[in-house]
């Protein structure tokens, strides 16, 4: 049976006191236990990477992009094993396992660019003799606290510009499925990283409640829940912390009368059920406009009737299980109040089986049509795949019901009109639009992050906001006088 320690100072440390078992959710097995650390056990960790950083924080930009250029290759030289890892823990198929690794790595590839990216400002004569210029630098130790839906890339879009800018880092993945992070970390000592610039500590509340509240600790990024992402923000800010915390989503698909059925039903299909709807960027909600209801269903029908689901460590299966029991029965019982509320549901996934795993976390794809705003499966994040169809007469309709929802995360729109995406993307009120995009994750060099509540804290993550949030900046003006000044000035200063 496996036992998931911690990861300190260059490597695994005893096991701790408490703990809690991993379990692989396609067949229900436990797959071993993984520590939960103590106030003490993530305080020292803390202090071992404050030790660090006054080394770290000296090495230049260039040698410490050298080092993510060797991380990165060990990352693609152990894709499949961490692929598995990947799998093994959450769920989903090894295919999507390997995309996320490479979303991952494209983050990597973005760090790599430091020496430019720390770049400041400089202006020569601001006034008679006198310089000006800024800096970036590192703020010190700094935080990540990653969901169970993506186990390696979300740490990959905080650490490595995290550790790129000079910061060292403490990585408290979810307790759920731990063992690819672990993996991470040894492949980044064995890139070279110094002892203590990256650690991991494993744990449930009482670890991040350390991170949030250590005087050490500079700064925190979040990706989770809403209701954890605003107890996230409001407790490190009150302690004083930079903190990005990105919360839950609602996102819809606007389907126009116009737009390429086939390509939308394709693109739906993957959106919907890729990963068991497991990602924050999952379409959950289609608007139909006009009559294009009716043929979005008749298209949708067969397709998920053919969806592969089983175990995703078989190569031929397109969706696998969910992460746990517990998160099992919450997405069936929002399947129930469907029901309960007057949705047509046209696919049942609670019937599905699957041949020798019984006891894994299965549920099949399931899709509700006639579902209005004012149900439970429309307003709330059910996080699993389950796909809900509100008919709406006109564009103008489905735009403000967008608009008017509490999460603004992701949105897509449909359509073979220029003139209605352009209108779309300037007037929708989501912070990550795709036009015939289904899932418009931004590429490494942007930024990603929704807007209302799906979004706390002024920057969005990795890109040029992930460099600007862990870096400060320090602005200069510097003159070096000829001769004694001897006259005092009590005027203020300005520039001559």
Request: glycine fraction near 10%; proline fraction near 5%; charge should be negative.
């Amino acid at each position: 049976m496996l036992t998931m320690t911690h990861y300190v100072n260059g490597e695994h440390t005893a096991a701790s006191t408490r703990s809690q078992e991993i379990f692989e959710p396609a067949t229900g097995e436990c797959r071993g236990q993984v520590s939960l650390a103590s106030r003490d056990e993530v305080s020292a960790a803390i202090a071992i990477a404050k030790s660090a950083f006054d080394t770290w924080s000296q090495v230049t930009p260039l040698n410490r992009a050298r080092v993510l250029f060797k991380f990165k290759a060990l990352v693609e030289q152990h894709m499949d094993e961490l692929a598995r890892l990947i799998t093994l823990e959450h769920g989903k198929v090894l295919d999507d396992a390997r995309g996320e690794l490479i979303r991952g790595l494209e983050v990597v590839e973005f760090a790599c660019g430091i020496p430019h990216l720390l770049k400041g400002e400089h202006t020569e004569q601001v006034g008679g003799g006198v310089d000006a210029w800024s800096v970036n630098q590192a703020l010190g130790v700094v935080a990540g606290i990653a969901p169970f839906n993506f186990p390696v890339m979300v740490p990959m879009w905080m650490f490595p510009i995290a550790i790129a800018c000079g910061n060292t880092f403490i990585m408290k993945p979810s307790e759920k499925d731990p063992s690819a992070v672990m993996r991470i970390a040894e492949l980044l000592t064995e890139a070279g990283l110094p002892a203590g610039v990256f650690n991991v500590v494993n744990g449930d509340k009482e670890a991040v409640d350390t991170l949030l509240s250590h005087e050490d600790i500079q700064a925190v990024s979040f990706v989770g829940s809403t209701p954890i992402a605003e107890y996230i923000y409001s407790t490190a800010s009150k302690h004083g912390k930079r903190v990005q915390a990105l919360g839950g989503a609602k996102n819809h698909m606007l389907l126009m009368p116009d737009a390429d059925l086939d390509q939308a039903v394709s693109a739906l299909m993957g959106a919907a059920y890729g990963s068991a709807g497991e990602r924050c960027m999952a379409i959950s909600v289609v608007l139909a406009v006009g009559d294009v209801g009716d043929k979005l269903v008749d298209k949708l029908l067969p397709q998920i009737q053919q969806l592969k689901v089983g175990n995703g460590l078989t190569p031929e299966m397109e969706m696998g299980p969910l992460i746990s029991r517990q998160h099992l029965a919450k997405v069936t019982e929002f399947v129930d109040a469907g029901i309960q509320e007057g949705a047509t549901l046209v696919v049942d996934g609670r019937q599905l089986t699957v041949a020798d795993h019984q006891q894994g976390y299965f549920l099949g794809a399931c899709l509700f049509d006639n579902v209005t705003p004012e149900m439970r499966i429309y307003r709330e994040e059910i996080f699993g795949p389950v796909l809900s169809i509100v008919r709406v007469k006109d564009y103008a309709s489905a735009l403000a019901l967008i608009n008017q929802h509490e999460f603004g995360n992701g949105t897509a729109i449909f359509t073979q009109s220029g003139e209605a995406a352009r209108h779309f993307c300037h007037h929708v009120q989501v912070g990550m639009v795709g036009v015939n995009v289904p899932i418009p994750v931004p590429m490494a060099f942007h930024s990603f992050g929704g807007w209302k509540r799906s979004l706390f804290g002024p920057l969005h993550m990795h890109g040029p906001d992930g460099v600007r949030f862990y870096t400060k900046r320090k602005a200069i003006t510097a003159r070096w006088p000829v001769g004694k000044q001897t006259q005092a000035e009590f005027v203020m200063p300005t520039m001559k």
